[in-house]
């Protein structure tokens, strides 16, 4: 059973810096897509940052230029940096796995 844990989410203030991190376990990590999420209250789930079993990535355009998605296969970790976070950056951010798994989310808020 695939399992999602995310962790590394808090309160940060404008300008600053956080670290996602979302442990697997149940799967062959290494040959699955990985991704970040995120939903805003009141708003849909949006895709943040993806990275490809080889290791390509891509992001969402306000994202571009401050988050970086890596991977760590032999852990089993994915990562979300996230620099430079503005107010709108606020949602519960969420580690997917081939599109269908998910985790339980964690909240990150961007307030002075």
């Known amino acids: 059973q695939v399992q999602l844990v995310e962790s590394g989410g808090g309160l940060v203030q404008p300008g600053g810096s956080l670290r996602l991190a979302c442990a697997a376990s149940?799967?062959?990590?290494?040959?699955?897509?990985m991704g970040w999420y995120r939903q805003a209250p009141g708003k849909e789930r949006q895709w943040v940052a993806r990275?490809?079993?080889?290791?390509?990535?891509m992001y969402v355009d306000s994202a571009k230029g401050r988050f970086t998605i890596s991977r760590d296969n032999a852990k089993k970790m994915l990562y979300l940096q996230m620099n430079n976070l503005k107010p709108e950056d606020t949602a519960v951010y969420y580690c997917?796995?081939?599109?269908?798994?998910w985790g339980q989310g964690t909240q990150v808020i961007v307030s002075s």
């Open positions: 149940g799967t062959i990590f290494s040959s699955s897509g």
């Open positions: 997917n796995l081939d599109v269908i798994h």
């Open positions: 990275i490809t079993s080889g290791g390509h990535t």
